[in-house]
T-cell receptor, first 109, second 113 residues
């Protein structure tokens, strides 16, 4: 089983739609969770950290469910510029991060 | 501006050649990492270093080598022993992954010709 699993998509949505991605992780000892965004042929960039109580940053909301070991990302009012690959990231053993393979989002006009 | 710089952006390697990818950061981060990304796959850890003069193998270290002689620099050598080196290589640094995650360089795309 992979340490971090994501639905690869692609998710094809119209502008203005709400879209949600889920991710599951296998290491129950993980303490830190992040969503990164990666544009085509570019480096990943931190989108947001995920806190136990859930957190929101503008149109983006992240949730953590420790009991079920999954993380979610909700994007409201999708923009064309949101088209990218979204990487679910979890801290692994030691001082390093483990990355999911990513979920592709395509927002169309 | 502080950041992490990878060079070159594109690199072509002939069969049997060793090549070295550069990674420099001026963020004063102790920890540095090398990942490899193949199409449709997640990032896989090659090597990491938590402190100068010390580094550890990641999940796919075979065919690669690193050094950490200075805090700012963490070069990666892709040796001829790496059978399938064509990939996108990403260097990252962190001041503490638990709170801050990673900052990535812009990557080096290596192609075997």
């Amino acid at each position: 089983r992979k340490e971090v699993e994501q639905d690869p998509g692609p998710f094809n949505v119209p502008e203005g739609a709400t879209v949600a991605f889920n991710c599951t992780y296998s290491n129950s000892a993980s303490q830190s969770f992040f969503w990164y965004r990666q544009d085509c042929r570019k480096e990943p960039k931190l989108l947001m950290s995920v806190y136990s109580s859930g957190n929101e940053d503008g149109r983006f909301t992240a949730q953590l469910n420790r009991a079920s070991q999954y993380i979610s990302l909700l994007i409201r009012d999708s923009k064309l510029s949101d088209s990218a690959t979204y990487l679910c990231v979890v801290n692994g053993y030691g001082n390093k991060l483990v990355f999911g393979a990513g979920t592709i989002l395509r927002v169309k006009s | 501006d502080g950041g992490i710089t990878q060079s070159p952006k594109y690199l072509f390697r002939k069969e049997g050649q060793n090549v070295t990818l550069s990674c420099e950061q001026n963020l004063n981060h102790d920890a540095m990492y090398w990942y490899r990304q193949d199409p449709g796959q997640g990032l896989r850890l090659i090597y990491y270093s938590q402190i100068v003069n010390d580094f550890q193998k990641g999940d796919i270290a075979e065919g690669y080598s690193v050094s950490r002689e200075k805090k700012e620099s963490f070069p990666l050598t892709v040796t001829s022993a790496q059978k399938n080196p064509t990939a996108f290589y990403l260097c990252a640094s962190s001041m503490g992954v638990t709170l801050y995650g990673y900052t990535f360089g812009s990557g080096t795309r290596l192609t075997v010709v």
